[in-house]
């Protein structure tokens, strides 16, 4: 075991209160007074958290001397001069089950070190020792530790201690405690485990076969040296959750427990499709942000925003990739993988932020909209995740296009890997065209100032002709309708089919969630907040209202009664004809050699 100068213990010493208690002991502190601070947010996920929030106590003391504490700001500490090591003792309220936090209760322990592990100022550079420790009880004899943290004499799976090297590493491999389900599998020689927490029956024999698929499928897209030792998926299996967070060795999911496939299961449903798109995001990472990174990160600035004008690159190629390699380890059909892809289509288009905000405003303003979304963000903002994607998929089809077919978007993430990630050079902000040309001979600029700096939709409908696909549009048929499939309706439906310009949520009553750019709500004055309770005089209720809409056709005017607030109001609504904005995608069969080869290119398989 090695003797770090600064030490942390962290105990569940209360679960049912949700207490961790963390010692931080560092052998030297600052003569003048050591301070000590919390990050206010995690890499990875970009808002302000304000971790800090959640130290419910905290002392230090020296030689068992009390040493002064004198807080400066939300999250920083002073010291006061001491003689000899100093001892900080702190409690942690953890009870936020998310891949970004702590939660500590009587069934599991799990946190993030950017939560519990105060950073010793000056000493975020050296070696840091935590000694996990297992709560006391009987109860609890049976608990485990799922982690990628170091192990330095704690035992496999084992309270115990680990060692990380720095202050950078230690916050950067989250820690889960308890009975977890646990499988390991290995990819390409690397170690690599899956530890479940929650209430499930899963097959694990068959999510480890698929997870080796896309590892390796990763693995070997970069190609060696590979930068990890071993790997941990790190699973939350609840009722209703989705999300993941992404680790240099490690990563943490949260999930339904309905996506997990079932023993004796065979298909894969859309649940277990996105269980393992997640999982392809999340391990695609390991490379493409986590050691990719904008130079603007290197080293992460934990204590304010952090802006970056590339988490299209970081975010939305990843999302770019981690359908596409479903597609290309052959775990989902090419038919599915254009299905998720024409859905991702719709859902930008549905949006008329994308109109007024460019994915490279919207990756530097994600501390304050994309993660702050209100009800007005349709209207206001677009995604770098899903635009971002589709402006990879534009990029790669651009580069087939220009190079003939011998370059493509593969060749620019073994570059970015090459010459940024395994050198520990960052990305500059304006880097990108440079590196698309230098890998592609591809100059991009302009699709760059359109498609990413700009606010152009991708020409994909065009793109898309040279592999074999086909685009086409049509409206949507139903609030539950994410588009990827032909219109079901008939003809005359069609025609007379009407849109409202609104997102409902809520569940018996008709709330209304969005009311969008340009429709006939927003032209009415509804607005977000109200709940409709009649159309022309009957009540109306969230499960009838498509069913009411169809005595009406388009230039027909309804008299809307709501409620805003506690006041009654009523409206004359004329209703719209609904916009062409849900997307389907066709694989063209009878195709030319030359575009079944480039197909086969692009999505891998026969
Ligand atoms: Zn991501």
Not at 178 to 190: I, K, Q, R
Not at 334 to 340: D, R
Not at 352 to 375: C, H, M, N, P, V
Request: hydrophobic letters at 40%; charged letters at 25%; a negative charge.
């Amino acid at each position: 075991m090695s003797q770090a100068a600064v030490r942390y213990r962290i105990a569940p010493v209360q679960p049912g209160a949700h207490l961790f208690e963390v010692t931080l002991e560092i052998a030297d502190p600052a003569p003048e007074g050591q301070q000590l601070w919390l990050p206010a947010w995690i890499p990875g996920s970009y808002m302000i958290r304000d971790f800090a929030r959640n130290i419910v106590t905290l002392e230090a003391t020296s030689a068992g001397q009390a040493v002064a504490v004198d807080k400066l700001d939300k999250q920083t500490w002073q010291c006061a001069p001491c003689q000899g090591p100093l001892r900080v003792r702190y409690e942690v309220y953890a009870w936020d089950l998310s891949v970004r936090g702590a939660h500590l209760d009587t069934t599991h322990g799990y946190f993030n070190g950017t939560s519990v592990f105060l950073a010793v100022k000056g000493r975020e550079d050296e070696p840091c020792g935590v000694e996990i420790v297992a709560p006391a009880g009987e109860a609890y004899a049976h608990w485990r530790v799922a982690t990628s943290l170091p192990r330095d004499g704690a035992g496999e799976y084992a309270f115990g201690t680990y060692l990380a090297a720095d202050y950078d590493e230690l916050i950067d491999h989250p820690v889960e405690m308890g009975d977890f389900a646990l499988a390991t599998f290995e990819a390409n020689g690397v170690p690599h485990d899956i530890a479940i927490y929650g209430r499930q029956q899963a097959d694990l024999t068959r999510i480890t076969a698929d997870l080796k698929k896309i590892c390796e499928l990763h693995l070997d897209f970069f190609g060696q040296p590979v930068p990890m030792k071993r790997y941990l998926f790190m699973v939350i299996a609840v009722g209703s959750g989705y999300g993941g967070l992404e680790h240099r060795s490690s990563t943490s999911l949260m999930c339904s427990r309905n996506d997990l496939p079932l023993p004796g299961e065979k298909e894969i449903s859309e649940g277990y499709r996105n269980f393992l798109g997640l999982c392809s995001h999340e391990y695609f990472h390991t490379w493409n942000v986590k050691r990719i990174k904008p130079a603007r990160f290197m080293p992460y600035a934990l204590a304010a925003e952090s802006h970056t004008r590339l988490l299209w690159v970081f975010e939305g190629f990843t999302s770019y990739y981690d359908d596409l390699s479903l597609a290309r380890s052959g775990l989902v059909k090419p038919k599915v993988y254009l299905e998720a892809l024409a859905q991702t289509i719709t859902r930008v288009l549905r949006g008329a932020g994308r109109l007024k905000q460019s994915i490279s405003e919207s990756s530097f303003d994600a501390w304050t909209k994309f993660y702050k979304q209100d009800e007005n963000a349709p209207n206001a903002i677009v995604s770098y995740y899903t635009k971002g994607a589709l402006v990879a998929l534009a990029l790669d089809l651009t580069l087939r296009r220009e190079s003939k077919g011998l370059k493509n978007l593969d060749d620019v993430m073994r570059l970015l890997w090459r010459r940024y990630g395994e050198q520990g050079v960052g990305v500059g902000e304006g880097a990108m065209a440079e590196i698309i040309e230098e890998a592609t001979g591809v100059d991009c600029r302009e699709f760059i100032a359109r498609y990413v700096d700009g606010r152009e939709d991708p020409p994909l409908a065009d793109l898309l002709v040279d592999v074999g696909v086909g685009v086409d549009f049509r409206a949507a048929e139903g609030q539950n309708d994410k588009g990827g499939t032909p219109a079901r309706r008939s003809a005359s439906q069609r025609e007379r089919a009407v849109d409202l310009g609104l997102r409902l949520g809520g569940l018996a009553e008709a709330t209304v969630t969005h009311v969008l750019d340009d429709g006939a709500a927003q032209a009415a004055g509804i607005a977000a907040g109200d709940v409709l309770l009649a159309l022309d005089g009957l009540r109306v209720s969230q499960s009838e209202l498509e069913m009411r809409l169809k005595a009406y056709a388009p230039g027909d005017v309804v008299e809307v009664h709501l409620f805003r607030r506690d006041e009654l109001m009523s409206f004359q609504l004329t209703l719209k004809a609904p916009p062409q904005d849900t997307c389907y995608l066709t694989l063209k069969e009878k195709i030319p050699e030359d575009v079944a080869k480039r197909r086969r290119d692009w999505l891998g398989g026969a």
